[in-house]
């Protein structure tokens, strides 16, 4: 199991993976291992005139292999936890020596199994399985992830007084995005959102119409000139021909 250490301005920075893991592996607690050199100790120091009963080291022998089963079983059980989140998107918080709480998501590529400690990798890192602190959907992280661009989206849109036609293709992309998401996923837009989108949409509608009319009425004033243009241009030419035929009597 490799975690890498980063080095920043000349100094060891812990990454989170490698808090992670450290802490998972300084919190063994007290295992098999512990108990039978416990046991074996209470052995060796004991009071050779009134020695341990063999019937009291039987018993504490049976509760060592109590304590054995219940480890190999929440080993199993944290392995089939952990296995079970493969594929599967997570978010892990752990703390570094500093004290300060990081939080990464990602999805989980493989588990492995290490010291009675169950490891998930996400982006090529270890992270201690006991350090996952959720298990996501994906359909509520593409849910969340549309309704944030979509805000942020909206966030960058001038004030409703100062839209221009220079925002129609910026609101038209919001319009069809929003109308293209599911029910779920416009759930995650609240209601003023909503409402502003309207307000935008109106708005430019009316600027568009405004723009063709004003388009519409400047191309009729150009037709108007053009036809004036055309019959001044007509009544010159004919006075012109008058005055050449008198002339050529």
């Given at each position: ?8 301005n ?7 993976s ?8 300084s919190?063994n607690g007290?295992?098999k291992?512990?108990?039978?050199q416990l046991?074996?100790?209470?052995m ?9 009963s ?7 022998y049976a509760?060592f292999?109590?304590?054995e089963q219940m480890q ?14 493969v594929?599967?998107?997570?978010e892990?918080?752990t703390?570094d020596s ?8 990602g999805?989980?590529e493989y588990v492995?199994?290490?010291n009675n400690k ?8 270890l992270y201690?399985?006991?350090d996952v ?6 359909t ?6 549309l309704?944030v661009a979509?805000i942020n ?6 004030s409703?007084?100062?839209l221009t036609?220079?925002e129609?293709d910026?609101?038209?992309?919001l319009?069809n995005?929003?109308?293209s998401?599911t029910?779920y996923?416009?759930?995650f837009i609240s209601?003023?959102y909503i409402e502003?989108?309207k307000?935008?949409v109106e708005r430019?509608a009316i600027l568009t119409?405004?723009?063709d009319?004003?388009e519409e009425?400047?191309g009729?004033e150009?037709?108007g000139?053009a036809?004036?243009?055309d019959q ?8 012109e ?7 050529n009597?």
């Open positions: 199991m490799a975690v890498g250490a980063v080095v920043n000349g100094k060891i920075e812990e990454t989170t490698e808090s992670s893991v450290k802490k998972a592996a919190n007290m295992d291992d512990a108990f039978l046991l074996v100790a209470q060796k120091y004991q009071d050779p005139l009134e020695p341990t063999n019937t009291e080291y039987i018993s504490q509760t292999s109590q304590v190999n079983m929440a080993a199993t059980m944290e392995l089939s936890r952990a296995s079970s989140m594929g599967k998107l997570v892990v918080q703390t500093n004290g300060e709480v990081k939080s990464i998501q999805t989980v492995t199994y290490e169950a490891y998930v990798s996400i982006d090529g890192n201690s399985a006991d602190t959720a298990v996501v959907d994906e509520y992280q593409t849910a969340v992830d309704a979509f989206a909206m966030d960058k849109l001038p409703l007084e100062n036609l220079n129609k910026s609101v038209t992309t319009q995005g929003f109308n998401m029910s996923q416009q759930s209601d003023s502003k989108l307000k935008y430019m119409e405004e723009a009319k004003t009425n400047n009729t150009e037709t000139k036809e004036e243009t001044n241009g007509s009544a010159q030419g004919s006075t021909g008058t005055a050449g035929a008198g002339e009597l």
